[in-house]
């Protein structure tokens, strides 16, 4: 193969080379390969970032509708809100291990946007409920429907993408469900003033509504274009050889990666450590976001709607997914570039101490809180420290069936937490002042911090028992050459001759 391959690539210089680095990662890569993760990008990461922003749209038109009309009409009172929010998280919870076996055996291209489809009728079917009731039953299956998305996703990305490839398109996923929540509450004030009371509905109905109806495209693009995993892939839009290099960039597989047959895979998943921290490490940084996802800013503004006007109410809280979006980036950007996640990890620590401490004061002028809540958006800084380093830790074993178990289960565990974590700490009924909530922000502050050197120990961990589970640009000698072989797990090439192998190769 050319000298492109074998790292001539690797050491060119300039801007423009840093800039591609920034979005594309490690530089050094051959045309062919850089010509795949281009493609990659545009379809797989496309769709998957639209899917996302769908489903925060989604997600968040509940917390929208509610400071809108629906809490009025539906006579909702006391902790009914967070009730609400609880039956959705239930629903997601009991979804996510039934959604991560079945992706296993049933195409991802057809499970994940038939998914979005049921989601998107259950959206809609909220501007029909009449009651409290019904809602919390229509909400439940929307939740455990919805609960095939984040971690689909995420099992996608690791299962095409390098492990230096991955934090910035885990980022720029989560990225798209912020701006999804940003833009819910831009439509929902275009919306509760062009479309109050047209055809006899309100406009927290037509807020269902539409959103439900604009989301169905997606779903219809994913049947048509969603490539499922590169070993069972049949997506036009791939060549052989792409198919074939596809392969052979990532860590090798293990034999009995997707078999879930029940003993054999709760054997593998139970005895890894994996399952213990990870799923721990979730419930630790789903805390940390607390403040953004029980969306305690929009109940504050709403508590003052004396002050603040109903577009304000709907808009000023973008802010904080403003943030989000900018600090998630930014962390994996650090991440990709160094390799290293604890510093992120400790920063994200420290500015939600801030927050926290700063939202204890119950005298806090309006532009302190204002602050105090925009600088909570920096929590989605854990994204690239969560579940992109899971997804990474995860791969190494090159055993899908129980990567896909793992992220599900540290899903359903972090949103197992909201069940009960809203209710008790931070109920609509207290505020404009979350007392037990900041308490319990500062003491989870301390044990992520505790936390992130586990993950680190685990990280090491499967690295020394998986050596060659972060495969390098260099294991990738040629595309359809006779003599070039996938090493397999737990390695029977030593890394001196796997060097020696590639420099005569070049």
């Known amino acids: 193969m ?8 690797g050491h060119k210089s300039g801007g423009v080379v840093q800039v591609k680095t920034i979005f594309l990662g490690d530089e050094a890569k051959s045309k062919e390969e850089r010509r795949l993760v281009q493609k990659l990008d545009w379809v797989i990461l496309t769709y998957c ?37 609880s039956m959705f998280t239930a629903g997601s919870v009991i979804g996510q ?9 049933f195409p991802p291209r057809i499970w994940l946007p038939s998914m979005i489809i049921v989601w998107s009728a259950l959206t809609m079917s909220c501007a029909a409920c009449k009651t409290y009731q019904q809602l919390c039953v229509v909400r439940f299956f ?5 609960a095939s ?100 960039r990532l860590p090798p597989k293990s034999k009995d990666g997707h078999n879930i047959q029940p003993w054999s895979l709760a054997k593998r998943v139970f005895a890894s450590p994996a399952l213990y921290i990870l799923c721990l490490w979730a419930v ?81 002028p309006f532009a302190g809180t204002f602050f105090a809540y925009y600088l909570s958006g920096t929590s989605y800084m854990v994204n690239p420290v969560s579940y992109g380093w899971a997804s990474i830790i995860t791969q190494r074993g090159g055993d899908d069936a129980a990567r896909s178990v793992i992220l599900y289960a540290m899903n359903a565990c972090s949103t197992c937490l909201y069940t009960f974590w809203g209710i008790a700490l931070y109920p609509a009924s207290d505020a404009p002042y979350w007392k037990k909530g900041n308490i319990a922000m500062i003491i989870v502050v301390f ?22 589970g972060d495969t390098a640009v260099r294991d990738i000698v040629g595309v359809g050459d006779s003599d070039v072989t996938v090493v397999p797990h737990p390695g029977v090439e030593s890394e001196e001759d796997g060097e020696k192998r590639i420099k005569d190769k070049c």
């Open 284 to 364: 630790i940084t789903g805390a940390l976001e607390a403040y953004v996802v029980q969306s305690l800013f929009l109940l504050w503004m709403k508590f003052h709607s004396d002050v603040f006007t109903q577009a304000q109410i709907n808009t000023y809280p973008l802010g904080v997914q403003a943030v989000g979006i900018v600090s998630n980036f930014l962390a994996a950007v650090h991440v990709d570039a160094t390799g290293k996640r604890v510093p992120m990890g400790v920063l994200a620590c420290l500015l939600q101490l801030v927050a926290a401490v700063m939202l204890m004061v119950p005298t806090l």
């Open 149 to 248: 998305t984040y971690c689909g996703t995420i099992y996608i990305i690791g299962s095409w993408y390098k492990p230096r490839e991955i934090a910035k398109r885990t980022a720029i996923f989560t990225a798209s469900g912020q701006a999804g929540t940003m833009f819910a509450g831009i439509m929902m004030t275009a919306i509760y003033t062009g479309m109050q009371d047209r055809s006899g509905l309100k406009g927290w109905q037509w807020l269902f509504l539409i959103n439900g109806i604009i989301t169905i495209p997606i779903a219809i693009v994913g049947f048509f274009f969603f490539p499922d995993t590169p070993e069972k892939t049949k997506a036009r839009w791939l060549s052989a050889e792409e198919r074939e290099l596809a392969l052979q």
């Open 2 to 9: 050319g000298s492109s391959s074998c790292g001539s690539s």
């Open 49 to 85: 970032c639209l899917s996302s922003f769908f489903n925060y749209l989604d997600r968040s038109a509940f917390a929208n509708a509610y400071v809108a009309g629906l809490r009025e009409d539906l006579n909702l009172k006391g902790a009914d809100y967070n009730i609400v929010l």
């Open 142 to 146: 929307q939740g455990f429907a919805e």
């Open 97 to 105: 291990i039934p959604h991560g076996i079945i992706i296993q055996k």
């Open 447 to 468: 044990v992520m911090l505790g936390g992130l050197f586990a993950v680190d120990w685990l990280d090491k961990h499967t690295l020394r028992k998986f050596p060659y």
